[in-house]
């Protein structure tokens, strides 16, 4: 796997300088309110090497997140991965929670570069093509240019797609880039605590309210579970 850089000072204010202009841009956007028929939400993983030591409890927990998820009703999900040389696969769209968990545990980490800027090109191209409510991104680290991430972000903003931002690990390109993500999507972000099985499935069923009915349904389930869960709804007020 390529050796992870890090954000120099003129990178760095290159790419908070692309932060506060898109984010001027993101405020003045309506918030989102529910669509009909089901919400549709893209859970994108990364699966290079470096998350390879701990992807066997990590993608359990996920699975089991959005097991849970489901059980909110409302929303169909899509995986999506990277990996390996220049390798992005996309599932197909189901509901059931127990079949998203057993498509996640088939897959395996393979040695890479990340893929970050291609899989919101991705998102953006599906939230014009189709409909696409949000998105969920797990990741621990980056290797591409982070301008082009925040473009891409951005981008993103602009069409009214939130990310929604899980970091694991304490990568100090990625602690600096993924809250950006965020805030250019007006997503939320949050670091990815294994040690907490419960606190990752109410964090995840936070998302799954928002893809499912909008901000309302959202804030109604940070303020009714409380805690983790309350703490992203607050970060998309």
Do not use: H
């Not at 893209?42 to 849970?68: H, I, N």
């Not at 409302?74 to 769209?93: N, P």
């Not at 939320?188 to 309302?216: H, I, N, T, W």
């Amino acid at each position: 796997m390529a050796r992870k850089t890090e954000v120099g000072p003129t990178q760095g204010t290159a790419a908070s300088s692309a932060v506060d202009a898109f984010t001027r841009e993101v405020a003045n956007l309506p918030p989102r309110t529910a669509g009909s028929g089901r919400g549709r939400l893209l859970f994108a993983m990364d699966a290079t090497a470096s998350r390879e030591p701990t992807w066997d409890v990590a993608t359990t927990q996920q699975g089991e997140m959005f097991v849970a998820a489901s059980e909110i009703g409302g929303i169909e999900v899509r995986l999506a991965f990277y990996r390996g040389f220049d390798e992005f696969k996309v599932s197909r769209w189901t509901a059931d929670g127990r079949e998203l968990a057993r498509l996640m545990g088939a897959v395996r980490c393979l040695a890479g570069r990340t893929q970050i800027a291609r899989l919101l090109r991705y998102a953006a191209e599906q939230r014009r093509e189709s409909r696409l409510d949000a998105v969920v991104f797990v990741g621990d680290c980056c290797e591409e240019d982070v301008d082009e991430i925040g473009n891409e972000a951005g981008q993103l903003g602009l069409l009214g797609l939130p990310v929604f931002v899980f970091q694991e690990g304490e990568d100090r390109v990625a602690s600096r880039l993924f809250p950006q993500i965020a805030k250019l999507t007006r997503g939320a972000y949050c670091k990815f605590d294994r040690s907490s099985p419960e606190q990752l499935k109410r964090l995840l069923g936070a998302v799954a309210a928002y893809a499912a009915g909008g901000r309302a349904a959202l804030l109604k389930y940070g303020k009714e579970q409380g805690g983790a869960a309350a703490l992203l709804t607050n970060q998309m007020k």
